[in-house]
T-cell receptor
Framework: AQTVTQSQPEMSVQEAETVTLSCTYD???????LFWYKQPPSRQMILVIR??????QNATENRFSVNFQKAAKSFSLKISDSQLGDAAMYFC?????????????FGKGTTLSVSS | GAVVSQHPSRVICKSGTSVKIECRSL??????MFWYRQFPKKSLMLMAT?????????EQGVEKDKFLINHASLTLSTLTVTSAHPEDSSFYIC???????????????FGEGSWLTVV
């Protein structure tokens, strides 16, 4: 079975600074997808970024980028120029690519606080 | 864009009663929906995968008779918590895959979630 591990229960960053959230995963599959989701206090799940395992290039979405290390099974999220609105719980998630109907498997989450 | 709607957003029920939570895909047909449970400040735990027109696939440790899932149409899945007890109190979130947008299955939308409190 696949597992996702987020070893940082809480992180903090100052506005305009950069923060990196860690995520490792365990799988025997060679093809899969990795995601970072943001969950603000409203509890609505918001997709931040997605990475296909077969792509070597790291995904980037504006201030958000990932460092995908397939051999190390590592998938960290970097948030640049942090903003107060980035404060939320962040979940790393894995999905197998072998069946379109498989569910997301989530890590335990990292609570990010942003101070001004 | 596509929206997944959950109802009710909050519900309080008495111990021993049953409560139903609905998950609707508003502008797409969701052949597959997923139900998660989330405790405060904890992760989303997959409860079951719901496929339209067939029985749900439950994760290990999830009681099928307590958490009844029905996916009778392509736009509606329901989760019924039967004979609810205080330990069933939690936040329940559904998600749905839009195969029309992304056949690979990576376009996944989440509902707003439902807070269940059993007293």
């Amino acid at each position: 079975a696949q597992t996702v591990t987020q070893s940082q229960p809480e992180m903090s960053v100052q506005e305009a600074e950069t923060v990196t959230l860690s995520c490792t995963y365990d799988t025997s599959e060679s093809d899969y997808y990795l995601f970072w989701y943001k969950q603000p206090p409203s509890r609505q799940m918001i997709l931040v970024i997605r990475q296909e395992a077969y792509k070597q290039q790291n995904a980037t979405e504006n201030r958000f980028s990932v460092n995908f290390q397939k051999a190390a099974k590592s998938f960290s999220l970097k948030i640049s120029d942090s903003q107060l609105g980035d404060a939320a719980m962040y979940f790393c998630a894995y999905r197998s690519a072998y069946q379109a109907g498989t569910a997301l498997i989530f890590g335990k989450g990292t609570t990010l606080s942003v101070s001004s | 864009g596509a929206v997944v709607s959950q109802h009710p957003s909050r519900v309080i029920c008495k111990s021993g009663t049953s409560v139903k939570i609905e998950c609707r895909s508003l502008d797409f047909q969701a052949t597959t929906m997923f139900w998660y449970r989330q405790f405060p400040k904890k992760s989303l735990m997959l409860m079951a995968t719901s496929n339209e027109g067939s029985k749900a696939t439950y994760e290990q440790g999830v009681e099928k008779d307590k958490f009844l899932i029905n996916h009778a149409s392509l736009t509606l899945s329901t989760l019924t918590v039967t004979s609810a007890h205080p330990e069933d109190s939690s936040f329940y979130i559904c998600s749905a895959r839009d195969p029309g947008v992304d056949p690979l299955g990576n376009t996944i939308y989440f509902g707003e979630g439902s807070w269940l409190t059993v007293v």
